[in-house]
């Protein structure tokens, strides 16, 4: 990414623990990014890999027995993390909006959207009532919610997942934030509504020019979205590049065979090929590289040691096979 | 909503003569020369017992004894109480308003105090709140009814006076029997304020203190530890979490989004102990000497006094029903998703 840009959103040294019985079990080991603005960034690994635990350490959201143990958020300058209680509230739903991935638990189920969506715009303006509830109606009407104002009184139960979602996006996008956190968003969606989703939330983004990070296992998700992947592996990034780049030249092991799982038109295969084995179980990979146990091209090196992220003309990569 | 309403209360009838069918049968299984012996003062008079039995055909078939006494009851005349020395709808009338005014304020009690120690319980799990919430929970549920009645009577009344037992005062008796106090409603605490005596009003308040307190204690605790629970449970719950990255307060977050959740097996709770105070308070009416309900029932109970007996059952029947019935109707208030359908 280009320097001279502006940064809205950076990310240092971020690491996140969590604490059980047995003790303390570092999930994230020093994540580093930037986000441009009107960028976005998309986040992609398999399950467990830390892409959602990073999700919600951005804004501070981690669930109880979460830890930020170290590193620095911050927001157009300013540390997020530094922040007092009531300047985090401000910041959260208004300058930085997240969506997350279930839309059937991640609304209130006993009050009518209507409410959810008015109190988060009354939470962060000085307004009426009656005007946020005509901006809840024009958001709805935005993200594709037919008959709106009538259906501002209805409750969640009465909308089906799709609908949810964009009532989701709706409600992170009211106040027009300039960075958008999008937590596999499409996952519990079947796969047209999915298509649409992904297109409503493509569009607000490039209209509103704000940035995003899309977090997702997805990868033709992140062909159409992009500007710039991050590939996250037992909560180590292993690569990092623009979108072109990395689907034209992956260097990682595992980016590589990410993209050989894709399933092609061109390719004829009885069977789709996949990485042999597991990730990894947090916690448990101490030495080496996280992914050598699964790693085709792996040497006795790699299991001694965890190489370094290093980086060439904006393609930051973490394998000693790379020179 | 309606019909459902309507259903229910057709249904009233039915649950009231399955219960009093039971009880009368029940009560057959005594000798029709018990039954007659209540009616007997004086035991020269044991000579009479026949005449009784005749009298009130107490050896008759059991279907039609409970016939004439449904017949009756139909018209509004549940019989006489031999215990109560007066009509069963009257000592009903006279005792039942006192019962639905302890209960009351009991549960208003119980549902505010388990409703706010649960939720700051849950809010500072594990902090110094919690573990003071969960050891008074704890010590609410391990004191028996009749000890901590009589050690609050004890303190309250024996030593500092404050809070006397009984239902009021002399002095109030007066003044609620004189012609210029009206009875509205039979709730002494409300027609004294439609009276607007307002020293009636603290007197009757005063008596009820202590056995209020006494009652809540118990459901107090359970209150307490299903809201915290509840309440812990909704926390973590997904939309909480949205909530939170919305920006909303800390408070907006507890108690408009999860607490307005978790209350709902609260509403639960708290019908089944109103349910159960009504029927139930006898203990503390006793030890509080407290004019209520529970304890017609139970010395029409002990007396055999089976008019009484069947009334006081008839009568905490229909209202077990409606108690429910308005827990269901609070269902659908707060749950949106709970519709009463056909």
Known sequence: ?323 | MLRYVLRRILLLPLVALGVTFLLFFLTQRLSPEMRASLYIKDPRQMGALEEVIQKYGLRDNVFKQYGRWLGSALQGDLGYSQSANMPVSQAIKEYLPATIQLAVVTIVLVVFFGVWFGTVSAVKKDKWQDVCARMISVGGFSLPIFVLGLLLLMFFYGQLGWFPPGGYSISTDVVIHSPAFHSYTGFLLIDALLNGNLAVFWDVLRHLILPAVTLCIGSFALMVRVMRSSMLEELGKDYVRTARAKGLPEGAVVYRHAGKNAIIPVITLASIQFIRLLGGTVIVETIFDYPGIGRFGVTAAQQLDIAGIMGFSLMVAVLFVLGNLLSDVLYTAVDPRIKISE
């Open chain 1, 1 to 323: 990414m280009n320097a001279c840009q502006d940064i809205v959103l950076s990310v240092e040294d971020l690491r996140v623990s969590f604490c059980n019985e047995e003790g303390k079990t570092e999930v994230l080991h020093g994540l580093s990014y930037q986000l441009p603005k009107g960028k976005v960034l998309a986040v992609v690994g398999e399950s467990g890999c830390g892409k959602t635990v990073h999700a919600l350490s951005l804004l501070k959201l981690l669930p109880p027995g979460g830890e930020i143990t170290s590193g620095n958020v911050s927001y157009k300058g300013e540390n997020i993390f530094a922040l007092s209680a009531e300047e985090l509230r401000k910041l959260r739903g208004s300058r930085i909006s997240m969506i997350f991935q279930d839309p059937m638990t991640s609304l209130n189920p006993i009050r009518t959207i209507g409410s959810q969506l008015t109190e988060t715009i009354l939470a962060h303006k000085a307004c009426s009532k009656l005007q946020a509830t005509a901006r809840a109606v024009r958001l709805l009407k935005k993200v594709g919610i037919e008959n709106a104002r009538k259906r501002l009184n209805e409750y969640p139960f009465q909308f089906s997942g799709g609908q949810r979602q964009r009532i989701m996006i709706a409600m992170a996008l009211c106040l027009n934030p300039d960075v958008l956190i999008a937590d596999e968003p499409t996952t519990a969606l079947d796969v047209t509504i999915q298509a649409q989703i992904l297109k409503l939330i493509k569009d607000l983004q490039r209209q509103s020019g704000m940035s995003a990070v899309f977090i997702t296992h997805n990868l033709a998700i992140v062909a159409d979205v992009a500007d710039e992947v991050l590939v996250l592996y037992g909560g180590y990034c292993v690569e990092q590049a623009p979108v072109q780049t990395l689907f034209a030249r992956p260097l990682h092991p595992y980016t590589q065979g990410l993209l050989h799982s894709l399933v092609s038109l061109k390719r004829k295969e009885e069977h789709l090929p996949a990485i042999e084995g597991y990730p990894p179980v947090p916690g448990s990979c101490l030495s080496g590289c996280p992914f050598a146990p699964r790693c085709p091209q792996a040497t006795p090196k790699c299991r001694e040691a965890l190489p370094a992220l290093q980086e060439k003309h904006g393609h930051k990569v973490r394998c000693w096979l790379v020179k």
